[in-house]
């Protein structure tokens, strides 16, 4: 225990590298999956086919053959480095981006049909239709799913400890080479990890809370440690205890 | 520099006994996934147990694979191989995740059929065996086969622990040539190869299973 209260901020300092990817990766990945989500139900070929291959080559490659790729492949193919933390956030936010586009996809599929006769019998335009009907409606869909993917996306950042990076996975790594006591360095860093899950999962919530009151259905979802807490749902299966 | 093909040609065969180890360590930890999550799910159902098991699996959700697998491989003792602690790391690490596809199968078993083996007083080993897994695990066949892909697609991985698979290869041949381009490349290339099909397969498998 002593040994992790003496290295707190160095673990606190890699939380936050940690942290920073998240976020940026998510941003790209979240910008990526409504562009290519969009694209992918429209009624134009071309548009759909880039959404498909776009979908196809970042789900199939492992985020990590795509940062190493960045790090060492562009600075052979071209003159230019490419920073370590920038590889970083383009390959997962690719990655992810990839996963999210689905998930828009279905989305707004699943927004019923006669909301879009509606909108057609008003006149209105592609981008009033998605922007003002079909979105806010199927981001309450997408919400829990989003959620999900962020926390991927932040436990996949510790990738980046093998290009350099000193997240805190490479912190830990660095305090276990330092004094040798692997169960301390790393145990202090699978705890970081799991508090910012949690915190991830508690914000995704409000969010998903927010959504929902707005259109005044669908449950939030039941994730994370502290649905432990509450009395769990009847469920039909029940009964065959 | 810019691409070489002779170099490529060399550095194929290497390459190709990495994915031979990728395959292998994909496949026998999703074997091991699939065992140990059914296990964990009818765990769940115990009521103290089952919280413990709770509790243990969120953990193992909420925390980086590669962050286990390097601590699991520090802790483990010299005798097991790197690649016996990845296959063990990646099946208890998905079986988290194989468990709750199961839960969910399992709790979308129509309440009349569990009524129903009541009323005949089958025993509970028929009960589960014969009448709630049949069509639990048929149901989510696309869910698993889903983790399939996404267990492949983490085996690099592995390559932190010195396992010798395609990344570690490309790795290899990278610092020894001074060339990532092709091997990574290659490597970008081998992943979408057999991921794709993989996936196609599996959709396949999700058609024939959907009407169920």
Redesign the interface.
């Known amino acids: 225990m002593d040994f992790f209260i003496d290295r707190l901020p160095l673990y606190l300092s890699g939380a936050g590298t940690t942290l920073v990817i998240t976020l940026l990766g998510a941003a790209l990945a979240f910008v990526l999956a409504m562009v290519v989500g969009l694209l992918g139900t429209l009624r134009n070929l071309a548009a759909r086919a880039v959404a498909t291959c776009y979908t196809?080559?970042f789900?199939?490659?492992?985020?990590?053959?795509?940062m190493?790729?960045m790090a060492?492949?562009i600075p052979?193919?071209t003159p230019y480095e490419i920073d370590p933390v920038f590889a970083a956030v383009l390959a997962l936010g690719l990655n992810v981006g990839a996963y999210g586009a689905e998930v828009v996809r279905a989305a707004v599929n699943a927004v019923p049909p006669t909301q879009i006769e509606a909108t057609v019998a008003l006149n209105m335009s592609w981008w009033r239709r998605t922007w003002a009907v079909v979105l806010p409606q199927a981001w309450a869909q997408m919400l829990p799913t989003f959620g999900n993917l962020v926390?991927e996306l932040m436990?996949?950042?510790?990738?980046v400890?093998?290009i350099g990076v000193a997240d805190l996975?490479r912190i830990?790594?660095e305090q276990?080479a330092a004094t040798g006591d692997?169960?301390a360095a790393?145990?202090g860093?699978?705890v970081v990890?799991?508090v910012l899950?949690?915190l991830l999962i508690i914000g995704m919530r409000l969010l998903e809370r927010r959504a929902n009151r707005r259109l005044g259905r669908l449950p939030a979802s039941d994730s994370?440690?502290w649905s432990?807490l509450r009395p769990p749902p009847v469920?039909?299966?029940g009964?065959?205890? | 520099m810019t691409w070489d093909w002779e170099f490529t040609g060399k550095i194929v065969p290497d390459l190709l006994d990495g994915l031979v180890v990728t395959v292998q360590a994909t496949l026998l930890g999703y074997v091991l996934a699939l065992v140990l999550g059914l296990a964990v799910a009818l765990a769940r159902r115990v009521p103290v147990l089952g919280t413990a098991v709770f509790a243990v699996m969120e953990f193992i959700r909420c925390t980086p694979l590669l962050v286990q697998l390097v601590f699991v491989f520090y802790l483990a003792p010299s005798y097991v191989s790197a690649f016996t602690v990845g296959v063990a790391v990646l099946g208890v690490h998905y079986a988290a995740y194989t468990a709750e596809v199961y839960r969910s199968g399992i709790e979308g078993v129509p309440p009349g059929q569990w009524e129903a083996c009541r009323a005949l007083s089958l025993p509970a080993h028929r009960t589960w065996g014969a009448v709630v897994l049949p069509q639990a695990v048929r149901k989510v066949i696309p869910a698993l086969g889903n983790y399939l892909i996404a267990m492949f697609k983490d085996t690099p991985l592995l390559f932190a622990i010195t396992v010798g698979e395609l990344m570690y290869q490309a790795s290899r041949i990278g610092g020894v040539h001074f060339r990532y381009l092709e091997a990574m490349t290659l490597v970008g290339l081998f992943f979408l190869l057999v991921s794709v099909p993989s996936a196609i397969i599996i959709r396949q498998l999700e058609r024939r299973y959907a009407a169920v």
């Open positions: 196809e080559t789900r199939g490659v492992a985020a990590l053959v795509l190493y790729w060492f492949a052979q193919l926390i436990k996949a950042t510790a990738i400890s093998l996975t830990a790594q276990r692997t169960i790393f145990a860093a699978l990890y799991f899950a949690q994370g440690l432990l469920t039909a299966a009964g065959g205890r």
